[in-house]
């Protein structure tokens, strides 16, 4: 059975820095990997889509990394801003890959 | 239409009633998904749709949950005797391709939130 982790959990940081965001799954034999934004109260916006045969994707401040044989990928966010604050989330198509698996997710704040 | 709209946002059920969700997907997605998420945590898989049918239903947690999608576009998650365990956001997602397209970038709504009191 798939299992998604994201660490850490919540992160705070203030304006401007750098940082970056786990994703680890267990099975690797998936086909793509997706990050996704989901603002309180609201539905997922995907920001990135990495397929299998890709090492990374960016688009704009955010570069997304995977690395299949390790089982793990990463978010990485430039000069964050107030704005990027949300819960990112990692998933991973499971199965017959209709349904993904998603991890936990990581609650971002960044500050002032 | 322009994004995936979902009624009601809101819903604060008793133990034991029926409730249906609906989900009205963008105009021309194939593909329609069902996910629960409870707080805080991700979500996780109910069902999915191909057109009409049900192409995958093994994420209804049980014979309360029910979904239909008639005539390839709108879809409704029927729960019956709602259990307080069923309080959690029903998001629905829906796409233009099937995942092995390797496009299978989902779109979705902002969600349902039940309560069941």
């Known amino acids: 059975k798939q299992e998604v982790t994201q660490i850490p959990a919540a992160l705070s940081v203030p304006e401007g820095e750098n940082l970056v965001l786990n994703c680890s799954f267990t099975?690797?034999?998936?086909?793509?990997l997706q990050w996704f934004r989901q603002d309180p109260g609201k539905g997922l916006t995907s920001l990135l889509l990495?397929?299998?045969?890709?090492r990374e994707q960016t688009s704009g401040r955010l570069n997304a990394s995977l690395d299949k044989s390790s089982g793990r990928s990463t978010l990485y966010i430039a000069a964050s801003q107030p704005g990027d604050s949300a819960t990112y989330l990692c998933?991973?198509?499971?199965?017959?890959?209709?349904?993904?698996?998603f991890g936990t997710g990581t609650r971002l704040q960044v500050t002032l | 239409g322009a994004g995936v709209s979902q009624t009601p946002s809101n819903k604060v059920t008793e133990k034991g009633k029926y409730v249906e969700l609906r989900c009205d997907p963008i105009?021309?997605?194939?593909?329609l998904y069902w996910y629960r998420q409870s707080l805080g945590q991700g979500p996780e898989f109910l069902i999915y749709?191909?057109?009409?049918?049900?192409?995958?239903d093994s994420g209804l947690p049980n014979d309360r949950f029910f979904a239909v999608r008639p005539e390839g576009s709108v879809s409704t998650l029927k729960i019956q005797r709602t259990e307080r365990g069923d309080s959690a956001v029903y998001l629905c997602?829906?796409?233009?391709?099937?995942?092995?397209?390797?496009?299978?970038?989902?779109?979705f709504g902002a969600g349902s939130r039940l309560t069941v009191l």
């Open positions: 990495i397929q299998s045969s890709q």
């Open positions: 099975d690797s034999a998936i086909y793509n």
């Open positions: 105009s021309g997605h194939t593909a």
């Open positions: 749709f191909q057109g009409t049918g049900a192409a995958d």
């Open positions: 998933a991973v198509p499971t199965g017959t890959a209709s349904k993904l698996t």
């Open positions: 997602a829906s796409s233009t391709d099937r995942w092995d397209s390797g496009a299978n970038v989902l779109t």
